[in-house]
């Protein structure tokens, strides 16, 4: 036993070496394989009439006008334009070239290439045994704080241009997330919360209001009917102010009456059930008192709108993963209570807590904010940045370290969008919401976007290899591209980090359309001297050919070649 175990760990290894030994022999077995049929060909040349062929071949094509050749370099130049423009739109829409994807997808197994999938997501530990790599939950999809509404405000952005500001994977999380935080189990369902169940998931916007009223009908203090209202029907956020506080009113007249049988505690089926509900009604409450703060926030009432969020945040502190406290740092940066936004994020901004460009680029704005107005570059190179310059550009570089999408949108290198309803963290959706909501306490501290400016870039130069080694966080996340595509609208050009290089094939084809088209250009222009320049190419290329047959031809016996041919 201890001998057939002690031979085990050498099993893997001799199987490895021989696996290694027959790759490293493949490639010459197939170059000797080719040269073998090369020499055969030039054996076998008579028997073939390969000369006679060739022959024939040249007499043809001498036959044909410089037209043919004009049309054959028109339609090669066509065809791999056409390939050229579908390949750039493939890769400004998928971000990937289609035949790499195709080579590697299909092609690729056919031809023997396996990838190594079992040490792609493993690594050896110290004492020999393998480990999961640890999974940081970075690719997943939050629901945005600020989210707009969509009946006062999406609805208003497609009625003026015609589009759509939402995609439908986003409209899905979010119907996703109003089903789970509203209805929970579907075996303690009410007859009209059935009914708004099926609401959340209609993908007609008249569709949801119509089951909203059937809801409303079964029930008239169905808090959930009330808030779908407020969410799509309502026009203006007064409209949307009034519905809302029509379902906080049906929202907690059903809190009270669960709290009320809770206390009786007679059975304890009855119990569980009641409590269930009552957890569901609270998670109701809660969304809809933080919606009427974010209405206070937008009709102007800031003060009434931050005491509102504090109250919420100190009645219910176990909800921290709706991020009220994102609200409430937008809100005093309005009111320009900047010692309140400090002690939020003493708070939040803390090592053991998930970070969001919120937090990260608030705290940089604070740290901006104490020098921006003094700073500048030509003096800085002079002098040396000072203790309060180096930590804000530290700070600077924290946050463009954790989303490097943010700086293009608060310099307005690139143009705003209206916000997703759920945004990816360190992705292109959390960068639209963040600089859609803080642009303007960005421009309001003065040189604050100034000292952006000259400092955001440099935290490229601490990360070269962003996917591979973080210098403050974890490396960054290579799937938010694709997340963000989901998330974001057509029309919105995705941003990308770390950006990509084109990939070959859309080089290859532009430089193919590119030739081709120059060689039916002179060729319908001078086609007696593009005939003299393309005899003199290939003669030039095959030559060394022709010598390497005359010295094959020397170097072996005569006899052996006519007895090979007679063969």
């Known amino acids: 036993m201890a001998d057939s175990s002690g031979s085990n760990p050498q099993s893997p290894g001799f199987t490895e070496k021989l696996k290694s030994w027959l790759c490293w022999s493949w490639t010459y077995i197939c170059a000797l ?35 043919f050749y004009v049309a054959l370099t028109g339609t090669s130049s066509l065809i791999s334009g056409l390939i050229l423009i579908f390949e750039w739109w493939y890769f400004r829409k998928y ?16 031809l023997g290439g396996v990838e190594n999938s079992s ?40 009625w003026v241009t015609g589009k759509e500001p939402l995609t439908y994977y986003d409209m899905n999380l979010s119907a996703q997330d109003h089903q789970t935080f509203f209805l929970g189990d579907t075996q303690q369902l009410r007859p009209e919360d059935s009914v708004m169940q099926k609401a959340w998931r209609e993908r007609n916007p008249q569709a949801r209001i119509r089951a ?93 709108a931050v005491k509102m969020m504090r109250d919420l945040m100190k009645e219910f502190p176990l909800l921290g993963m709706l991020n009220i406290h994102e609200n409430l740092l937008e809100a005093l940066l309005e009111l320009q209570a900047y010692a309140d936004v400090q002690a939020v994020l003493a708070k939040y901004d803390d090592i053991s807590l998930p970070k969001s460009a919120t937090i990260c680029y608030t705290s940089a704005l604070l740290k901006a904010r104490a020098v921006s107005d003094k700073f500048s570059p ?99 996340p290579g799937c938010t591209e694709t997340a963000d595509r989901e998330l974001l609208p057509s029309f919105h050009e995705v941003s990308v980090y770390p950006k990509k290089e084109l990939p070959f094939f859309i080089l290859f084809t532009a430089g193919l359309c590119s030739f ?24 030039t290329l095959f030559a060394p050919l022709g010598f390497f047959a005359d010295k094959m031809e020397s170097f072996m016996p005569s006899c052996l070649w006519h007895q090979l041919a007679n063969v």
């Open 33 to 67: 394989w080719f040269a073998m049929v090369l020499t055969m060909v030039y054996v076998l040349r008579s028997p073939l009439k390969l000369q006679e062929t060739v022959n024939a071949a040249s007499v043809f094509l001498n036959t044909l006008t410089p037209k």
């Open 95 to 110: 971000g990937t070239s289609f035949i790499e994807q195709v080579s590697v997808s299909h092609l690729r197994p056919l």
């Open 119 to 158: 040490s792609a997501g493993l690594f050896s530990s110290v004492n020999g045994d393998t480990e999961q790599r640890s999974n940081v939950a970075e690719c997943k999809v939050w629901r945005n704080p600020l989210n707009l509404f969509r009946g006062a405000e999406y609805s208003r952005y497609t």
């Open 212 to 304: 909203a009223y059937q809801a409303i009908e079964l029930n008239r203090e169905c808090a959930a009917a009330y808030v779908l209202l407020a969410e799509e029907e309502a026009t203006t956020i007064t409209e949307a102010e009034r519905l809302f506080k029509q379902a906080l009113k049906s929202g907690m007249e059903l809190s009270h009456c669960h709290t009320y049988v809770l206390s009786t505690q007679y059975l304890t089926l009855l119990f569980i059930t009641v409590a269930f509900t009552a957890g569901k009604d609270t998670n109701l409450v809660v969304y809809i008192k933080r919606r009427l703060a974010m209405c206070a926030r937008k009709l102007g009432r800031i003060k009434e």
């Open 378 to 476: 030509e003096a800085a190179s002079r002098r040396g940045l000072s203790t309060a310059e180096m930590n804000a550009v530290e700070a600077i570089h924290r946050a463009v370290e954790f989303n490097p999408h943010v700086p293009k949108y608060l310099l307005e290198m690139k143009s705003l969008i209206l916000p997703p309803e759920h945004i990816l963290k360190r992705g292109d959706s959390e960068a639209v919401a963040y600089a859609f909501f803080h642009l303007q306490h960005w421009k309001r501290a003065e040189g604050a976007l100034n000292l952006l400016h000259c400092t955001w870039e440099g935290t490229f130069r601490i990360i070269p290899y962003p996917l591979e080694k973080g210098h403050l966080f974890y490396p960054y």
């Open 516 to 539: 081709c088209a120059m060689l039916a250009m002179l060729t319908h222009q001078f086609p007696e001297l593009m005939g003299v320049f393309v005899k003199a190419f290939f003669s």
